[in-house]
């Protein structure tokens, strides 16, 4: 069974730092694309920061210059290093991955992790 398995949320101050993780585990035959998605409390899902298999990236405008994705294809690992945090960073965040399977592919998702910014 594929599953997305995030770390790494938590509360900080403004202007402080984070790391999120996400790790695939199950039986795969690889991985296209991976990203992160956020959800405030009423709004709607949004993506925050993808990166390809070959490494491209692409980023939410509200946080490019301060975010940054980077994913490792050995490890099936994706990671989004979020720095100079504002408040209004604050919501869950999801890790997300576009999955190869010996049944074809499926986006998958983790199970969401907090992040909290204070002013």
């Known amino acids: 069974q594929v599953q997305l398995a995030e770390t790494g949320g938590g509360s900080v101050q403004a202007g402080g730092s984070l790391r999120l993780s996400c790790a695939v585990s199950?039986?795969?035959?690889?991985?296209?694309?991976m990203g992160w998605y956020r959800q405030a409390p009423g709004k709607q899902r949004e993506l925050v920061a993808v990166?390809?298999?070959?490494?491209?990236?692409d980023y939410l405008d509200s946080v490019k210059g301060r975010f940054t994705i980077s994913r490792d294809n050995a490890k099936n690992t994706v990671d989004l290093q979020m720095d100079s945090l504002k408040p209004e960073d604050t919501a869950v965040y999801y890790c997300?991955?576009?999955?190869?399977?010996?049944?074809?592919?499926?986006?998958?998702w983790g199970q969401g992790t907090q992040v909290t910014v204070s002013s």
């Open positions: 990166v390809t298999v070959g490494g491209s990236t």
């Open positions: 997300n991955a576009k999955i190869i399977t010996w049944h074809g592919w499926s986006a998958y």
């Open positions: 199950g039986r795969i035959r690889g991985t296209n694309d």
